[in-house]
Structure formats: C-alpha cells, structure tokens
C-alpha cells in the first residue's frame, strides 16, 4: 500500500519490521522475508542509493542461496538485481560476474532463447560499452538485438550501443 502511494521510506521500514519480525518468529529467515529484503533493495534503487542497494541485494542473494538453491530462478533474479544495483554504484567488473551468473542460470533453466536471456545480454553489453571493451559489448548487444523485440525498453539502447561500438 504505501509503495502504491508513493512512500517509499514508508514502505521500507515496513519491509525491515517484516525481515525482523520473520526471523523471530521463524528462527530463519522465511520466504517471505526474503522478498522483503528484494523490496529493501528495489526502494533503495529507486531513491539512486545504489550503495546501500548493492548491500540489500547481496542479503537478499544470499539468503534465496540458501532458501531456493544457487542454481534456481530466484537466485538468476537476484544475480540480476545485484548486478544492476553494482553497475549503477560503479562496480562494473563485479556487476559482469553477476550478470554471468544470471545468464548461465537462465540457459540451463529457460533454454538458450528466452526473451530473460536477452535482456541480461543487453545488460552485459552495456556494462562491457561502459569498460570501453568493444568487442565484447558488440557480441553481447548483437545477441540482444536478436532476442529483444522491438517495442522492448532496451532495444532501442542496444541498437544505439552496436552502433557506438561499432564504429
């Protein structure tokens, strides 16, 4: 409700009463517990601090490690999230690893041509434009353009980033 009306400090310290009251009552940290800790982070992102967001996500890929497995659908969500929390704090290299990690997730789950896929692609390629690494970042935007469709919010950027490196 309060995200709904745009209190964000709001709804995040409601998250945390719930990731404090969850761990009590539960001796660990629920499910449900977790996807505040997602929310954490997220509302962090929102208000651009990404420092403390990086630190969120990490608790929150850490603990669906452990709820879901390293190699399940949540944890690829998470690697994702991180990723994008640590491109925007400047920690690009380390926000590759994870986005890697996202991506080797998505294929072995989803197979080779999920539209999920073309978007960490897109993510990957963008981070390697930014490392002024051109070749990877032309592989990686290529394989985006592919995958994403047109209307996609991305697509427009990798297109534009093919072109840059490209040239």
């Known amino acids: ?35 505040a ?11 651009k601090d990404y420092v403390n967001a990086v ?5 929150a890929l850490k603990y669906t490690q ?9 944890a690829a969500i998470c690697h994702s999230q991180l990723s994008d929390a640590l491109g925007h704090a400047g920690a690009r290299n380390e926000s590759i690893l994870h986005a890697k990690a996202c991506l080797d997730i998505y294929v072995m789950a989803c197979g080779d041509g999920s539209e999920e896929i073309g978007e960490v692609y897109a993510n990957l390629g963008l981070q390697y434009e930014e490392l002024v690494s051109y070749q990877k970042a032309i592989d990686c935007l290529a394989i985006a353009v592919d995958r ?11 297109v534009k980033g093919l072109a840059q490196c490209s040239a």
């Open 55 to 59: 630190k969120y996500n990490r608790l």
């Open 148 to 158: 994403l469709e047109k209307k996609h919010p991305l697509y427009v950027q990798c």
């Open 1 to 35: 409700v309060y995200l709904q009306q745009g209190f964000l400090s709001e709804a995040f310290l409601q998250s945390r009463q719930l990731v404090l009251n969850t761990a009590t009552l539960c001796q660990k940290l629920h499910p449900v517990a977790i996807r």
């Open 37 to 47: 800790l997602n929310m954490m982070a997220s509302i962090l992102f929102m208000l």
């Open 66 to 74: 452990r709820a879901y497995g390293a190699d399940s659908i949540e």
